[in-house]
C-alpha cells in the first residue's frame, strides 16, 4: 500500500539550515512526491516536487532557500537561512491512479 | 492567474447533506485533474477524492458510497455533494488543482469550512 512517512516534528534556529524527510513505502522508492507548506491559520501551499534522481522544480514565487534531494526511498526538503516565516507545517503528498496520498506533516519550529 | 475558490461551507447536523463549490478561474475544469482535500481540527490534510479531465471520479474509503462530484461546465465549477454527513467529517475543505501531466497539486483554494453537529 503506497504511504509516506514523515517525523511529527522538527526545529532549528534562525538563519540555520533544516532538512526534513519523506520516506516512501517499500515497493515505492521511485515515485516522484511533492512537499507543501502550510503556515498557520491558513491554506497550503505548492513548494516542489522531487524526482527519484533528486531532480526538483519549484513553484512559482518559491526562493531558492528551498530545494528538494532524494536517497532511495527517502525524498527531503531543505531550507537554508532559515525565517521566522518558515515555521509552519510542511506535508509530502504523492500518488497513484485513483489514489492522493499525503504523509502526516512535520512541524517545524524555528527557534 | 489559475485560481480555486471555495464556498457553500455551514453547520449541518448528523445525516444531513451539503454540497460545496469549487469555482475556477485561469483554467477549464473538464481539463486537469481536481481534487478535494480536508484538514480535521488540529489534523493534518487528507486526500477525499479526485476528478479526472476524462470523467472518472475516486474517492477515499472514509467517504465512499456518502460523496460524489459534478460538474457546472457553463459556470466553470466543481460540486462536492455530501450525503449521510458524520460528525467526522467537520473539516476544512480545500479544493486543489493538479499539475497537467503528474498527480500533485499546484493550486490550493482558501478553504471552506463544514460543522457537521446536532
Known amino acids: 500500500q503506497l504511504m509516506v512517512t514523515q517525523s511529527p516534528s522538527a526545529s532549528a534556529s534562525l538563519g540555520a539550515s533544516v532538512k526534513l524527510t519523506c520516506t516512501l513505502t517499500s515497493g515505492h522508492s521511485n515515485y516522484v512526491i511533492a512537499w507543501h507548506q502550510q503556515r498557520p491559520e491558513k491554506g497550503p501551499r505548492f513548494l516542489m516536487k522531487v524526482n527519484s534522481d533528486g531532480s526538483h522544480t519549484k513553484g512559482d514565487g518559491i526562493p531558492d532557500r528551498f530545494s528538494g534531494s532524494s536517497s532511495g526511498a527517502e525524498r527531503y526538503l531543505t531550507i537554508s537561512s532559515l525565517q521566522s516565516e518558515d515555521e509552519a507545517d510542511y506535508y509530502c503528498?504523492?500518488?497513484?491512479?485513483?489514489?492522493?496520498?499525503f504523509g502526516g506533516g512535520t512541524k517545524l519550529t524555528v527557534l | 492567474e489559475v485560481q480555486v475558490v471555495e464556498s457553500g461551507g455551514g453547520l449541518v447536523q448528523p445525516g444531513g447533506s451539503l454540497r460545496i463549490s469549487c469555482a475556477a478561474s485561469?483554467?477549464?475544469?473538464?481539463?486537469?485533474?481536481i481534487s478535494w482535500v480536508r484538514q480535521a481540527p488540529g489534523k493534518g490534510l487528507e486526500w477525499v477524492s479526485v476528478?479526472?479531465?476524462?470523467?472518472?471520479?475516486y474517492f477515499a474509503d472514509s467517504v465512499q458510497g456518502r460523496f460524489s462530484i459534478s460538474i457546472d461546465n457553463s459556470k466553470n465549477t466543481l460540486y462536492l455533494q455530501m450525503n449521510s454527513l458524520r460528525t467526522e467529517d467537520t473539516a476544512m475543505y480545500y479544493c486543489?488543482?493538479?499539475?497537467?501531466?503528474?498527480?500533485?497539486?499546484?493550486?490550493w483554494g482558501q478553504g471552506t469550512l463544514l460543522t457537521v453537529s446536532s
Open positions: 476528478f479526472y479531465r476524462g470523467g472518472s471520479t
Open positions: 486543489a488543482r493538479e499539475n497537467v501531466q503528474l498527480g500533485f497539486f499546484e493550486y
Open positions: 503528498q504523492t500518488w497513484d491512479t485513483g489514489i492522493r496520498v
Open positions: 485561469g483554467f477549464t475544469v473538464t481539463s486537469y485533474y
